[in-house]
């Protein structure tokens, strides 16, 4: 916290007054001055915390909006960021894709909204809602993930709620299809020291937040699931009809005399398989 003059002044302030209290108050007019004197440090040292920390936000503010700027062809459209500033999750609906600004690193990550895996919100470390990709294809990449050491991170920390009256941490857990930097995490509500209680306007303004953000990453996941079902009956579709081609092709050289029907009967058993 800053002191500077003004906080100095408390703290002595705050010394006589205890001092001026503790030998009898027989001065009542230098007890109210040092009062007064401690009162207006302490305000000059919270304004000028207050002003720093301010400053300190509008840097990091400005930052991320440089960093969003030089990422090729992204058309923001929406964007959450972190209580503490250092986290930015942004969405490009255009484009479909999704980046992550933390502004300690200097390599922001853009993915397409199909390497979207995995959304959830965690309170106090503990898993109470997600969404996972649900089509095969979606899932194969996820289970490959897990399989690679993601589970290790977050094993154990799933449930369907939280027993906890109150709450410290409100994180938007996502996981994308990237082995080198597979989890990427963002609070809404984070709070070193202070707990709050589930009924407090902290505790609402950072979960609703967190809901709203991973509802969205939901719609995109399930859209993704869509186009993986569509491919999948395409491929499908393809595959019938080019069995149902060759079969003809078999039949016709059966009936030209080229292969006999022995030869007919185990070429078709090979494609039928």
Not at 224 to 249: C, P, R, T, Y
Request: hydrophobic content about 35%; overall charge negative.
């Amino acid at each position: 916290m800053y002191l500077g003059f003004g906080g100095i002044l408390a703290i002595l302030a705050f010394a006589m007054f205890t001092l001026a209290l503790a030998g009898g108050g027989d001065n009542p007019i230098v007890v109210w001055i040092l009062l007064i004197g401690f009162g207006t440090g302490s305000w000059y040292c919270y304004k000028k915390h207050k002003e720093l920390e301010e400053e300190k936000m509008a840097r990091k503010r400005h930052e991320t909006e440089e960093r969003l700027k030089r990422i090729p062809n992204y058309k923001l459209s929406q964007r959450y960021t972190s209580t503490n500033g250092d986290v930015t999750l942004s969405i490009d609906e255009t484009n479909k894709q999704i980046s992550f600004i933390a502004l300690n690193s200097y390599t922001d990550k853009v993915y397409s909204y199909r390497d979207i895996l995995k959304s959830e919100i965690l309170t106090d470390g503990i898993s109470v809602t997600s969404t996972n990709r649900g089509s095969q294809m979606g899932g194969a990449l996820l289970g490959g993930l897990l399989a690679g050491g993601v589970g290790v991170l977050i094993g154990g920390l799933s449930g369907s709620t939280t027993s906890h009256e109150k709450v410290k941490k409100i994180e938007l857990n996502v996981i994308v299809n990237d082995t080198a930097n597979p989890i990427h995490k963002i609070a809404f509500l984070d709070s070193e020291f202070s707990a709050y209680a589930k009924d407090t306007q902290e505790y609402k303004d950072g979960y609703n937040t967190a809901y709203h953000c991973h509802q969205l990453i939901g719609v995109l996941i399930r859209q993704a699931d869509e186009e993986d079902k569509q491919k999948e009956g395409s491929n499908s579709s393809q595959s019938n009809v080019s069995v149902a081609d060759e079969l003809i092709k078999l039949v016709q050289l059966k009936d030209e005399g080229i292969i006999s029907g022995d030869e007919f009967e185990a070429q078709k058993k090979k494609l039928i398989e």
